[in-house]
């Protein structure tokens, strides 16, 4: 089954609820319905993107593994040329049926050591829908690197670009004028030579 959609992240899983033990393949197009990953690099919002994914009934819930495929864009952190570069983004999770449905029972943990458990909101079918935006969020983010260079994707930055550190070669050749004076004091020392 394939959709186009206003907002691809959502699923419809109406065939899904009526249907348990087979998968459902679904697969829907459209324009992101916000920005996926950082400001130097991300899957700007109204972009294309496809969703390619199988939805399970599982009785109380629904298994939904989805990926997505779209097209980051964004700029080398050091270079500051454009990078263009194909996105794939896979994300699984469970969303329940109703209120009644519970994935984690953190209250039972026996533990409270501040890792966020506490916090945990299960996922849920709402209107026949499956909404995978918050998913593909955080997977963009922990994803898409937050400083990208043009090595990440196997090129080179422009030339002239400085190094990593941010020296470039000729400042590198420069003496530290901090140690100027110890430099008259002692002398300097070339490559091989003496004091």
């Not at 690099?41 to 390619?52: D, Q, R």
């Not at 966020?116 to 849920?124: A, I, M, N, R």
């Not at 550190?165 to 590198?172: F, K, M, N």
């Amino acid at each position: 089954m394939t959709t186009v959609s206003n907002n691809p992240f959502q699923l419809d899983v109406r065939e899904a609820l009526r249907t348990t033990g087979l998968p459902q393949h679904l697969t829907t197009s459209g324009p992101a319905p916000q920005r996926l990953g950082g400001e130097m690099l991300g899957v700007a919002e109204g972009a294309p993107v496809e969703i390619i994914a199988d939805v399970t009934n599982l009785g109380e819930s629904l298994l939904v593994d989805a990926t997505l495929h779209g097209t980051a864009t964004g700029q080398c952190s050091r270079c500051l040329s454009p990078l263009e570069e194909p996105l794939e983004l896979h994300v699984s999770d469970v969303f329940g049926l109703s209120p009644d449905f519970i994935t984690r029972d953190a209250g039972k943990t026996g533990t409270d050591d501040g890792d966020g458990e506490d916090d945990f909101e299960p996922l849920f079918v709402e209107e026949d829908r499956a909404d995978l935006t918050q998913l593909f969020v955080d997977e963009a983010g922990l994803t898409l690197p937050f400083n990208p260079t043009c090595a990440d994707y196997g090129r080179e930055c422009d030339e002239g670009t400085p190094e990593p550190d941010g020296i470039s070669e000729e400042q590198a050749a420069a003496p530290d004028p901090r140690w100027a004076g110890l430099a008259e004091k002692f002398g300097t020392t070339d490559e091989g030579g003496e004091n």
